[in-house]
């Protein structure tokens, strides 16, 4: 009796097995977890825009692509490799443009926009699904057909980076050369690639430390005179080059650097016996000072809260890199690493702080994550100094010095590295604020 | 599910509604800086409000010159001398007039043109500061719905997750209890089979042994004999049963390595294609992807946001780039359905 | 980043030449510039390797407000006043006891004459950032004050100025160059 009962349970139980067997595939999805990504920049191809005007001043196509490859997150078609050069949306062909690995086309066309300018009307595709992901239309005057391109590249880069672009910004920059027997020293202004520079200032003596007004109008520098055997530290209105001197007094006059609303200004001041860093409000010409002990406290920049001041500090010994909130209070050694480290400043989301840090190999540039504490070396050296962070966080401007004499910038993450050919020395880069 | 939608109908209306909005929205096509020199925050430093030329204003009608007034004297030398003489002051008069009456006119054009370019320069500057702010008002708008909108396929995702969790744990646990039981089962099987034969054998010996002074020798052979077949048979069906092990062992060993490799060929190959925008944070969506038996991609759909619209977009990128996907090695292994859980190391 | 332990003698060993080489090479320089203002013509300067502040320029610029008829003294190399440039090691403010004699001299010659005007520019070589060097060319240029006010100067006939590294004496990335380039000048004013 048992025993067929048992019998007839194992056969019932198989057949059930069996069945689940076979049909449990059919109902539940397979799992597949993502957990990393590809190193390779962002396939894309920008047709050259039509125009029915013949040829235009400016090669739209060729500068947005110049910015976007710049950036190295992006890998940028050439364009005698093109299989084809359409203008609009409907003239593409998808599956030629598959074969030739560009993820995503840009076509587009300048037209005049009746009061003498330009309208410029761009679509961004995705080979792959085979459609338009985004329309555009930009309006420009007569002589911004060349921000318009930048305009492009922004707009693309935005939409893949989920971060703004930064190609209307501008830097500042310091150049020394020979000149009528004697030397110049320049203060230039120029479009974040180097072109279009203009000389804000000029002198024969040193001038250094050039820093941008949050808002870009104004930029704040150190101008020596050796005649009457002082440095002063100015802002100039860039649109105006009215010039008002902040501090002009005996011993050292430098550093500056702004606020995040732009009302106050940090600087160096050694008038009363020590370089000790103030702090100077713009409105009412009021002077705070900061720091007061015996050693050197210099090369102060605020974070974008406006909470904290990062500052270089011999207090201990050698240079190195230290935090005070806003009023001089909560001092705080942040960094340990190196031989020392100088010259900080943050990046635009307050996250990361970039530096100059000595080691064996000489002076290179140190990005520090502030959450994490990690510093990571983003340059070779042997001579860097000067880092500044583009208004994006994501690229940091900087000079190297020594057998080569150059503007660099490099990414973030110090995977990209680009070069901003200048003639004769120069130092010191500044980068002002998005442009828009 | 249906009772729950019923129970809140106005959530579900709301969602709908967001959607075909936001479908409409995609239709009609972004036009993301319009050609009104008014509108837009990108490209302020480009689009500046630009100043008609006054020059170019049309003119109003010439003023009409005034009418005579003087009557005429009857013809006579000295009076037509006069005449001329009157009829050259007069056209040097009107001339006069003429010429301050266009100088007043030219005067009075341009301050009307002026006041006309300021005008129109203060209105556009009017109409800029408007559209600035409808823009942000706009944008803020624009805001609120996406949050809305993520807070509610949040909410979707969550639940979604939720019911998957349950009924992928409940499925888990039924095929564990399923194997246990089967095997179980074999078990007692076995068990019972040893048992049986055990007791048998024993009967038979008590037996052999109770007839065994009558018929010694031979029962003595008999139970012999009995015991060598039973425990020959016995051994036979231990043999059959763990050869019967084996092959199924093997069976199962060879389906999970090759759905193991499988699931690491889609794996490799989606992310050899997912380009993820740098220094983006905190990635985390499922992708539902169909596919054919010959791994060509039917469809997709992400359940949820991947944190920004850019990884969402390079999400997509990936999983399209990879059509097809690779094919499963046995009918077995295949799924027509994969769910995908991009959920990177940082 | 940590200094790697095995690399430690070698560095010590590089250092110590280093130091070795500077001291040697200030030496040098120190003849050399005295030798400079008698060699000066119009032509010298603009040569490559040499900076805006060859010997020429510190006898132009540093002797103005001198009078005339003590300038001899000045570049006489057998008169300690003529040593105008004192030298540093790397990293150090403290003034080498070799310039002691020259500081005595000056701080001497300025108590005599209380209406000239010292002004003591200070300077670095290129390493390091550029407003930290312009805090320690100062620092140099104090160290000096103090030593000249020691010796008989008063406080009202001197002052400071420091150019960090942005005016060096010789351009150029060698110890050779830095060396003369860790300097502060005396430059007597009107």
């Known amino acids: ?436 | ?346 | 980043m940590t200094i790697n332990k095995r690399r430690l003698p070698l560095i010590a060993l590089l250092t110590v030449a280093m130091l070795a080489l500077a001291a040697c090479g200030s030496n040098k320089s120190l003849r050399d510039d005295d030798d400079m203002p008698g060699a000066g013509g119009m032509g010298s300067q603009g040569d490559q390797g040499m900076g805006m502040n060859s010997g020429r320029d510190i006898d132009v610029r540093g002797l103005e407000g001198i009078d005339p008829s003590d300038r001899d003294m000045f570049t006489d190399p057998n008169n300690p006043l003529s040593t105008r440039i004192v030298y540093f090691d790397l990293d150090q403010s403290a003034i080498p006891s070799r310039f002691s004699q020259a500081i005595q001299a000056h701080g001497r010659y300025l108590s005599k004459h209380p209406n000239v005007k010292l002004r003591l520019e200070g300077h670095t070589d290129e390493r390091g950032t550029r407003e930290y060097n312009v805090a320690l060319g100062e620092r140099r240029a104090e160290s000096v004050q103090q030593a000249v006010v020691l010796s008989g100067a008063s406080d009202r006939q001197l002052s400071t100025l420091s150019f960090g590294e942005e005016r060096p004496a010789e351009l150029g990335s060698t110890e050779s160059a830095y060396s003369k380039n860790r300097r502060v000048e005396f430059i007597y004013t009107k």
């Not at chain 1, 449990?24 to 990393?36: E, F, G, K, N, Y």
């Not at chain 1, 995503?104 to 926009?113: D, M, R, T």
């Not at chain 1, 409000?281 to 210099?298: E, H, K, M, R, Y």
């Not at chain 2, 430093?45 to 109003?60: E, G, H, L, Q």
């Open chain 2, 1 to 346: 599910m249906f009772r729950k939608l019923a129970d809140n109908w106005r959530s579900v209306l709301l969602a709908v509604g967001l959607h075909l909005l936001v479908a409409v929205l995609l239709v009609v096509g972004v036009n993301f800086v319009s050609d009104s020199s008014a509108r837009g925050n990108h490209g302020q430093k480009i689009v500046r409000a630009s100043v008609i030329n006054p020059d170019s204003v049309s003119t109003d009608m010439p003023e009409m010159p005034e009418p005579e007034s003087e009557p005429e004297p009857e013809s006579d030398k000295a009076a037509e001398q006069t005449k001329a003489q009157r009829a050259a002051e007069k056209a040097a008069r009107e001339k006069a007039e003429a010429k301050k009456a266009a100088e007043a006119e030219a005067a009075r054009r341009k301050a009307e043109a002026e006041k006309k370019a300021e005008a129109q320069r203060q209105a556009k500057a009017q109409a800029e500061r408007k559209a600035q702010a409808k823009a942000g008002r706009e944008a803020k708008k624009e805001a609120e719905r996406e949050a809305k909108e993520k807070a509610q396929r949040e909410a979707k995702k969550e639940a979604a997750e939720k019911a998957r969790r349950e009924a992928k744990a409940k499925a888990q646990a039924e095929a564990k209890a399923q194997a246990a039981r089967e095997k179980a089962q074999a078990e007692r099987q076995a068990k019972a089979e040893a048992e049986r034969k055990a007791k048998a054998e024993a009967a038979a010996k008590a037996k052999a042994q109770k007839e065994a002074r009558e018929e010694a020798a031979r029962k003595k052979r008999e139970a012999a004999q009995r015991r060598a077949a039973a425990e020959q048979a016995e051994r036979e069906s231990s043999m059959r049963e763990a050869m019967q092990r084996e092959a199924a062992g093997r069976r199962d060993a060879a389906n999970s390595q090759a759905l193991g490799a499988y699931v690491q060929a889609i794996k490799d190959k989606v992310e050899s294609n997912w380009l993820r925008p740098p220094g983006a944070r905190n990635i985390s969506c499922k992708v539902r992807v169909k596919q054919l038996p010959g791994g060509q991609v039917t469809g997709f759909r992400l359940l949820g946001s991947c944190g920004s619209s850019a990884v969402d977009r390079s999400v997509e990128q990936a999983i399209s780039k990879s059509d097809p996907l690779p094919k499963a090695p046995s009918d077995s292994v295949f799924s027509p359905e994969i769910e995908f859980n991009f959920e990177p190391d940082q």
């Open chain 1, 1 to 436: 009796m048992k025993k067929s009962l048992a019998k007839t349970y194992v056969v019932v139980t198989a057949a059930v097995g069996l069945l689940l067997a076979v049909a449990v595939p059919a109902q539940a999805a397979l799992q597949v977890d993502i957990t990393d990504s590809s190193q390779s920049a962002i396939p894309i191809a920008i047709s050259p825009f039509g125009s029915d005007r013949g040829q235009l001043p400016v090669d739209v196509a060729q500068v947005a692509s110049e910015d976007l490859a710049s950036t190295g997150l992006f890998e940028v078609l050439a364009r005698q490799n093109m299989v084809a050069r359409p203008t609009r949306a409907d003239q593409v062909n998808y599956e030629n443009w598959r074969t030739s690995s560009v993820d995503n086309l840009v076509v587009g066309s300048v037209a005049p926009n009746g009061q003498g300018g330009y309208r410029l009307t761009f679509d961004l595709l995705d080979i792959y699904q085979g459609q338009s992901i985004a329309s555009f239309q930009i309006n420009a005057g007569r002589n911004e057909l060349r921000d318009a391109a930048h305009t492009v590249a922004n707009l693309i880069y935005e939409k893949f980076a989920g971060e703004k672009g930064y190609f209307l910004s501008r830097i500042g920059y310091i150049t020394m050369a020979k000149e009528n027997g004697g030397l110049r020293y320049r203060l230039i202004v120029s479009d974040y690639d180097g072109k279009n520079p203009a000389t804000v200032y000029f002198s024969r003596d040193p001038i250094m430390s050039p820093a941008w007004s949050p808002d870009g109008s104004k930029l704040a520098y150190v101008a020596f005179d050796i005649n009457r055997g002082r440095s002063s530290l100015r802002v100039q209105d860039l649109a105006t080059g009215n010039i008002r001197e902040i501090s002009s007094r005996e011993g050292i006059n430098g550093a500056p650097a702004w606020s995040p609303d732009g009302r106050r200004l940090v600087m160096t001041l050694s008038y009363r016996g020590n370089p000790d860093i103030y702090s100077y409000a713009l409105g009412t010409n009021q002077l705070t000072q900061l720091t007061n002990n015996g050693a050197i406290d210099t090369e102060a920049s605020w974070s974008p809260d406006g909470r904290h001041i990062v500052f270089t500090s011999d207090r201990g010994g050698r240079p190195q890199v230290y935090r005070m909130r806003s009023d001089g209070g909560q001092v705080e050694r942040l960094t340990f690493e190196g031989d020392s480290n100088q010259r900080a400043s943050y990046s635009p989301d307050g996250q990361k702080i970039t530096m100059v840090q000595k080691s064996g190999n000489g002076f290179r540039i140190a990005v520090m994550d502030r959450e994490s504490n990690n510093i990571r070396i983003v340059s070779d050296g042997p001579l860097d100094d000067s880092p500044d962070f583009a208004p994006n966080g994501q690229a940091i401007i900087y000079a190297r010095q020594g057998r080569s004499n150059e503007l660099a910038t490099v990414s973030t993450d110090g995977q990209t590295r680009s070069r901003l050919s200048q003639g004769g020395e120069v130092r010191e880069p500044a980068w002002g604020p998005l442009g828009y």
